[in-house]
Structures are given as C-alpha cells and as structure tokens.
C-alpha cells in the first residue's frame, strides 16, 4: 500500500473515514417523505462527510498506483490539501458533491468499486467514484454548478441526502451487470 501522508495528517485525515463508513456500513435509510429515490442520512454530518469525500479525490490525484491514473486535480490539488488540513469542507457548490446509491433490479450493489474516472457535464470536470454500492460524483471546477445541479449536491443547508439509481443509469457502468451475473455460479 502507497504511504501519501506522514502519521500525523493521516491521523488527521482518517477522522473523516468513520462518517464515511457510517455511509457506506449502516443500514439504509427509508425513501424521504414521497420520494421513491431519495433517502436522507439525518445522523451524517455535512462538514465531516463532505471533508472525507475531499481526502479521498485528493489521495487518488497524488498516488501513484495505476488504478487511480485518471484522476489529476493539477492546480486543485493543493487548494484541496489545504481544504483537509484546515478542516474546511467549504460550500457545497466547492468541489460539488453527489451521492447515487446504486440499485441492479431493485436491491442495493454493496460490492461493487471500479477505478474512479473523469466526465464532463455542462462545460465541467467531475470526477467519478463507485465505492460499496454508491457512486459519488465531484466536480472540479471553477465554474458554478447549474440549478438543476444545486438542488442534488451535498450542503450544509439540506440534510445528507443520496439519490436511487439502478446500474443502468450510468453507462459509464454498462456490462458490469453481465459481469455480476456470470459470476454468480449457477
């Protein structure tokens, strides 16, 4: 395993790992209010989650394993070191956060993690992650995020949310379901 930080900001840093993993490990919450595609994490907190979802877009732009070769923040790079030393997670619309809970027909994907990759959604750079059954999308940019986007990223004003979205939403994804299947032993 790649060693990126001294033992003291890695200790720093790893803090913000446990409000990930109450994301990733606790039970889901139900659907919010009539939504059928969103759930809220009212025990999560914006600032921690936001702080570790930054660590981990940092550390896969300065590692070196091949895995994590998409991913290159260039000037952002230190704008987000700063972020994590300074435990300031900023605005939602810094470094915008999205957070898809991933379904195939209906039930939640827990194992599924692929190399995190780059897109570009009206005229910005998000950086794509699939870990333990989520998709969380970044955006690296200094362009503000559209409306229609402003009302899904993750914010200090509104409760911890993820949205619902089976597999197939994602083409970025497309054939991982006719992988799963044909490893299941029949």
């Not at 994301?23 to 759930?39: C, D, N």
């Not at 959604?121 to 362009?143: D, N, P, Q, T, W």
């Amino acid at each position: 395993m790649e060693k990126l930080l001294c033992e003291e900001c890695e200790g720093r840093i790893s803090r913000f790992e446990t409000v990930g993993a109450k994301l990733f490990q606790q039970p889901l919450p139900p659907h919010s209010g009539s939504s059928k595609r969103i759930r809220e994490y009212p025990s999560l907190d914006y600032g921690r989650l936001k702080l570790f979802f930054l660590s981990i877009l940092w550390r896969t732009s300065v590692a070196s394993d091949e895995f994590f070769r998409l991913v290159s923040l260039g000037p952002h790079e230190e704008t987000v070191r700063k972020m994590l030393l300074n435990e300031d997670p900023g605005p939602g619309e810094k470094y915008d956060t999205y957070i898809f809970l991933l379904k195939n027909g209906g039930d939640h994907v827990r194992d599924l993690m692929t190399e995190p990759t780059p897109m570009t959604f009206e005229h910005r750079k998000y950086y794509r992650f699939v870990m333990s059954g989520f998709v969380i999308i970044m955006g690296v940019s200094a362009l503000s995020p559209s409306k229609m986007m402003l009302n899904m990223l993750l914010s200090p004003e509104k409760p911890v949310r993820s949205f619902d979205a089976e597999l197939a939403e994602f083409r970025f994804l497309n054939g991982i379901p006719a992988r799963m299947a044909a490893a299941v032993p029949g």
